[in-house]
């Protein structure tokens, strides 16, 4: 697994090197290979001794001559937001598999071909959320298709740092520059989203900046004995959806009682399952409240490495629990957003050319 690392945790990122013998997969070994920055050859090194990587890992001095490497078959995409269409496109032309970091593409278009160019080469590609991954959201799922609550009918999401942004991040940083797709909606709004579509069978779903986004969403029911089933998926730099670590960020509904997520929406620390039959003050009991859902030591990082793992091995191009289509709707439903809002990036990093030479990230 090979790393374009920004300025992101580095206890994350040493989840690349934990033995994935101790999550129970046998089957799987990842070898932290290469990395590269586009700062300088000297800032892989500073970065590789941060996470402590094997001796065999090498430093390069630019992304091109990471990707051309042959001994090297996937590459992990962690540069901001706006560079990652066409870092996947080097990768991809190079003939490199890519795991890139949510948000896979600006918008719609750049994630569609990049599909495209993954099925021309048969490499594999997923976009990198690993809130798709993490235990709980298996078992979140799980839950949802055994008919735990019964038949879902709202999707409450949110996701809020609660930092004033102008004092929190610093001049420069991905998070507050439009140059590097910041805001709210693409950094922190796709979580939210994601959660709704968790709570969401496989039918058609239609898709209904910035320091605060809501967005509103309906999608038909899949049969016409079913409801309508709305959903809100929120996000702010300003407001904060953990402020007591008890709070619920993500609440499923359905006819048959809820499904409850509390702590941070990409890291939860608790699930609860409460039943319930239809009507005003009927009983309710919890059915099910699990904390410590995940070891103290992991993070998202690894779950996702298994599974891009575990598709290549099988021959896959796309995974089955991540889908190229998912991605999509996701792009698609922040097009909407940002159209409907007149929120615009510099046309360097929303275009379909490829190559086009990006500034560096300086923060």
């Known amino acids: 697994m090979d790393i374009f690392p920004y300025k992101k945790s580095n206890i994350s990122q040493k989840t690349f090197l934990i033995d994935p013998v101790t999550r129970e997969r ?6 932290l290979s290469g990395v590269a920055f586009s700062r300088s050859e000297d800032v892989a090194h500073e970065f590789m001794t941060t996470v402590r990587a094997p001796s065999y890992c090498q430093a390069y001095g630019s992304y091109s001559d990471l990707v051309n490497c042959p001994t090297i078959d996937v590459v992990y995409i962690a540069t901001p937001h706006s560079h990652h269409f066409q870092n996947a496109m080097l990768a991809l032309e190079a003939g490199k598999h890519v795991l890139c970091e949510k948000i896979l593409t600006v918008n719609a278009a750049q994630a569609k071909k990049l599909f495209a160019v993954a099925e021309q080469k048969q ?6 959320l690993w809130i798709r991954f993490l235990p709980v959201s298996v078992e979140v799922r799980g839950l949802l298709q055994a008919g735990a609550i019964g038949t879902i009918t709202r999707v409450f999401a949110d996701n809020g740092l609660g930092v004033d942004p ?3 991040f610093p001049t420069g940083d991905r998070m507050v520059v439009k140059e590097l797709a910041g805001g709210a909606l693409l950094d922190l709004g796709v979580y939210s989203i994601h959660w709704a579509l968790q709570a969401l069978t496989k039918e058609d779903r239609r898709p209904g900046v910035d320091e605060t986004t809501t967005i509103l969403m309906k999608f ?3 049969t016409a004995d079913r409801p309508e089933i709305q959903a809100t998926a929120s996000s702010s730099l300003r407001a904060t959806s953990n402020p007591d670590d008890e709070t619920v960020a993500v609440r499923i509904q359905g006819n048959k009682g809820e499904i409850q997520i509390s702590g941070w ?6 699930l609860r399952v409460i039943r319930r039959r239809p009507g005003i003050g009927t009983p309710w009991t919890i059915s099910m409240d699990k904390t410590k859902l995940i070891s103290g030591d992991l993070y998202g990082l690894c779950f996702e490495a298994d599974e891009v793992a575990r598709c290549i091995r099988q021959g896959l191009l796309e995974s089955p629990e991540m889908p190229w289509l998912e991605s999509l709707t996701v792009m698609e439903i922040m097009d909407t957003v940002r159209r409907e809002n007149d929120l615009k990036f510099p046309e360097e990093i929303e275009t379909l050319e490829y190559p086009v030479a990006l500034p560096a990230k300086t923060s």
């Not at 046998?26 to 070898?31: K, Q």
């Not at 490499?123 to 990198?128: A, K, N, P, Q, V």
């Open 220 to 222: 038909a029911p899949s």
């Open 123 to 128: 490499r594999f590609l997923m976009e990198g």
């Open 166 to 168: 102008c004092r929190e």
């Open 26 to 31: 046998i089957d799987i070994v990842h070898l």
């Open 265 to 270: 929406p990409w890291y939860p620390f608790r």
